[in-house]
């Protein structure tokens, strides 16, 4: 059974601070990693990463995929009080005709101003 | 649209009765996929549509629950004979047509569903 799991649970920093979230993965057939930011309701895609070692880069958000050791990261510099949510990571690893995300739990990330 | 839209947003019913959630996907997407959300849980799969092949319906928890999509557009996801544990949010996705590329997943508000 695919498995994707988020570390940590939950965070509280300070307006300023770097974070950095953690998500590995064991899945089959394993295809794309994606990362959404999820606040009142719907989950924002934020990134998809494909290949190892590639950082992708949005502002102030960054985040990179090692498919070696099955993980990747999302860093947040200079966090602010906007960035508190809840940030999912998810696999795309198909079988057959399906495309659906194996999601894991989240890191519920809260920034104190 | 600018987004996926789903309604309704909030829906509060018996147990026992049927429900039915709608999605309208992002103009363009030819791919949409259902996925629930439950309390302390991750979001789970339900059902995916891919233009006009027949529907990836292995993550569906039930005979209760079906969904259609029609004319390759909105779709509805119908649930019969609610039952307590079927209260989640019901979030809706829509992407590009997946090909050798794949497509970043979008997704709606969700339709909050609570049965009593």
């Known amino acids: 059974e695919d498995k994707v799991v988020q570390s940590p649970l939950s965070l509280v920093v300070h307006e300023g601070d770097t974070v950095t979230l953690n998500c590995s993965y064991e899945v089959t057939n394993f295809r794309s990693l994606l990362w959404y930011k999820q606040e009142k309701k719907a989950p924002t895609f934020l990134f998809m990463l494909?290949?190892?070692?590639i950082e992708k880069k949005s502002g102030r958000l960054s985040s990179i995929l090692d498919k070696k050791e099955l993980f990747s990261i999302l860093n947040i510099t200079a966090t602010q009080t906007g960035d508190s949510a809840v940030y999912l990571c998810a696999t795309l690893s198909p079988s057959g005709s399906a495309r659906q995300l194996t999601f894991g739990s989240g890191t519920q990330l809260t920034v104190l101003p | 649209g600018a987004g996926v839209s789903q309604s309704p947003s909030n829906k509060v019913t018996e147990k026992g009765k049927d429900v039915e959630l709608r999605c309208d996907p992002i103009?363009?997407?030819?791919?949409l996929y259902w996925y629930r959300q439950s309390l302390g849980q991750g979001l789970e799969f339900l059902i995916y549509?891919?233009?006009?092949?027949?529907?990836?319906k292995s993550g569906l928890p039930s005979d209760r629950f079906s969904a259609e999509r029609t004319g390759g557009s909105v779709s509805t996801l119908t649930i019969q004979r609610t039952q307590q544990e079927d209260s989640a949010v019901y979030l809706c996705?829509?992407?590009?047509?997946?090909?050798?590329?794949?497509?970043?997943?979008?997704f709606g508000d969700g339709t909050r569903l609570s049965i009593l």
């Open positions: 549509f891919q233009g006009n092949s027949a529907p990836d």
């Open positions: 996705a829509s992407s590009l047509l997946p090909g050798t590329v794949d497509q970043p997943q979008h």
């Open positions: 103009s363009g997407h030819t791919a």
């Open positions: 494909t290949s190892s070692g």
